[in-house]
């Protein structure tokens, strides 16, 4: 049964040391719930970003939330490098695993079909695959020469976390063509997500709406968080703050200028995430 | 008429995408240049070449989430694709994930994206550098992203074919494992390439001056282009075409 | 390219001894394309139920096109058994390869993935993996100790046909919750449809049409067919005619009467269908 | 209140689904019964019973393809499952392919559907077969489409735990791999099992009499089971409940 609550209810079921998944930037990011996390100040998150991190993962990493992060990259796109990612790694503040987007996606589909590992073309004699301890070559196992492939642990994540712009009173959300939402929450133990609005129509009522709906089955609990994803843009809500996302590309250069970014933009909004 | 350096990048890179072998192009996150080029060639081949702008979804058909452009890419649907790099050496050999001694980085880059991947599976593998300097041209890369070339027992139906610099065209042969200059653009020269280059280049004795884009391409890319690849890449639209996003 | 051509011309695109595969009879089968092989004579296909088959496949047996059936099961449901497919594999006149279903789902998304294997749980013990020559088992190959697991080759059909309430101009498909025809366009060679009709307006235009679309880029040629899916149902077009099964289910019970069927349903049509 | 055979069934599936254990009950194709004793659990358990009925749209939530069921129970998110036989042996083997020698079959029946897969997956699967004769439960199949026990090395989380037949109720022991009779159905006797049942069965010293479905149970099912499951089973509502489907 999927339960509604509110965000900082939401922040608080992530405990300490959990291993949560984050989709990509452009879309369906929970930045209101990610502050949320920064405000009860949980320690020791491994973040898996899906497969690329940005503004989420930064902020993440420069409050200290985090220990250990598996992406394929991690950048603030136009806006340049990750400056708190970019810090952490070189002053091995955090654990990075470096990853390639195809590998992420194919160890979150293992564990969505319950299955130890998957294979994957390619990779092979990458510096990535290299480094990866958990990563297995194996002569072709079905014995037919195909020569050297590489298999993935299934990745399990704790959490999977989105916001999206709709859900109803089933627990039902919206996810549209970000279908790799579906395999997170498929291969995650539990998914939380906020929404822009809750609405009264049944997402799963018309096959329209139902093409892009994630059922309330994967779904622990919702909160209603307007503007949720914001200064990052929602797909059909509204487009990321360019202006917004420069400013902290800015001041996170520097530890002072990201606290002052924290007070300014974090810590000063718990009054309005409670309610 | 005049150009500007991007222009001349995205008319060179548009000539290597109209070849019949090449049906699809995708182009990854955060590459303006390549995706102006796209479109150009499609818009050059009378609409026959199908373009995936991944980021956003403006020129984007892909309906099946993130992994839709490595499963297209590994069932053989993707022709050419841009791949960068912070580094890369002689031997094709892409570096996206920092300088230094991995993990005692230097300097940190975002990662790897999906090169490892993507140069496995797309035949048609343009590299695309603009600043051609030591810094980034260098012996052996720190960290191989994805490497250029592979022994013959691995599976790999895709790879490098040629690489664009600020300076330059080259051409990629995988059997020797080598670059050879195929063109140095206008105002530069094949000494100014070398001088700027860590690895070794074959080079053919004439050396072509890179072709200026023609009148019609330029005024194409300023009229029906540009405001395309607004929708994608506002920021590059702004300031390489004058041109403000509808968004 | 998408091409837009006639039904009877999408059938000549298939040739004798073509690899096809075909969706499950609750929507989305291809009836008047199955009408078109039958029609033009097909020979030797070899047909793979997604994962099972029904009435379509039964009749392209009974008419003499199948040379052989992989399928998880076959059976027209709440009619019974499959005459047509019962009678041919008792008397040895098709090879029949049985499965189950989530291994063909498998093996579809392995050649959408471009990998020559995937690994799938279960199965180990029973007489299906017992007489599949093709498919191995390993002991878990990541060394985890997770014990011996099946890998299923890659299959990559020559053809997946479907049948489809729109399509637009630009060749892009509706397929709303039916994801499986995603996965079998991306894993076969070419896709061939055929749809009720074809709408000026763009498919991937919205959000909400989007995410229920398959893009132009997998689909080969399309050919309009109203009713085309008839006498099965399609989704939010029409239900199934359940007297016209059961009739059917009844005439197949012997070779006559399926000569009849032939002779009233399929060949009668030939004018109309070649239009 | 007087009840029909099939309401019978319904009621004595219905109480295996009422545990803390099946937070999740998936209904496989063709199989009107298991629906809607699914549904009735559902109504009796105040709606905290997820039911996923595969057939058709209604009481369907899925929306990955004909994949999610199986990728659902691989991820360990179906608690309970419904599973027949063409032949049931005393292991537990169940056989949905044909009789004979396979390939050289006598019978054939329309094959294995997803048994293979669910009946390791799934935790609580429950074996369903009205016809309770010797021609279904034989000493061995002839063809297994999914096997009752496991080697211990082999990984599976899921199996049968009950079987109800038109005569009776079963546990399934898997450490014994055997069968134990747990309640006849009214009008019938052990004797009747024991002579129509081609295997061994541990029989205990008290069995007991299924408990007929509740006059409440009755009520509910007629009025709010028969319509939503003539959704999905217009035949079978229309025979058993006299409904016609809206459709």
Known sequence: MTTFINVSELADLIPNGAYIAIPPEYSFVPMELVRGLIRRNTKNLSVLCVPIGGMAVDLLIGAGCVKQIEAAAVSLGENGLAPRFTDAVVSKKIKMMDSTCPAIHTALQASEKGVPFMPLGGIIGSDIQAHRDDWRIVDDPLGNGNGPILLLPAIQPDFTIFHSPLADRSGNVWVGRQRELLTMAHAAKQTLVTVERITDENLLANEQTAAGTMPALYINAIAEAEGGAKPLGLTDCYERDGDAIRDYAAQAKTDSGFDDYLAQHIYTNTQQAAQ | MNY????????????????????????????????????????????????????????????????????????????????????????????????????????????????????????????????????????????????????????????????????????????????????????????????????????????????????????????????????????????????????
Request: hydrophobic share 40%; proline share 7%; charged share 20%.
């Open chain 2, 4 to 247: 500007k350096p991007e222009e001349l990048l995205i008319s060179v890179a548009a000539s290597l995408l109209n070849t019949p072998d090449i049906q699809h192009v995708a182009v990854g996150a955060a590459s303006p240049i390549p995706g102006a080029a796209a479109l150009l060639a499609q818009k050059l081949g009378g609409g026959e070449l199908d373009v995936t702008i991944i980021h956003g979804s403006a020129n984007n058909t892909f309906t099946d989430g993130g992994r839709e452009l490595f499963d297209c890419a590994g069932q053989g649907r993707v022709h050419a694709f841009f791949l960068g790099g912070v580094q890369i050496d002689g031997q094709a050999n892409i570096n996206l994930v920092g300088t230094g001694n991995y993990p005692d980085l230097e300097r940190r880059f975002p990662g790897s994206f999906g090169s490892a991947y993507m140069y496995f599976t797309v035949p048609n593998v343009i590299l695309f550098r603009p600043e051609h300097s030591r810094r980034v041209f260098v012996e052996k890369v720190d960290f191989i992203s994805a490497p250029g070339v592979s022994d013959p027992g691995i599976q790999r139906t895709g790879g490098p074919k040629a690489m664009i610099t600020g300076l330059c065209l080259m051409s990629f042969n995988a059997e020797k494992a080598q670059f050879k200059l195929e063109s140095v653009h206008p105002g530069h020269s094949v000494e100014e390439v070398l001088d700027n280059t860590g690895f070794e280049i074959d080079i053919p004795e004439n050396v072509l001056t890179t072709a200026v884009p023609s009148d019609e391409h330029l005024k194409l890319l300023r009229a029906e282009i540009a405001p395309e690849i607004a929708k994608t890449y506002p920021g590059f639209a702004a300031s390489v075409f004058n041109i403000k996003s509808a968004a």
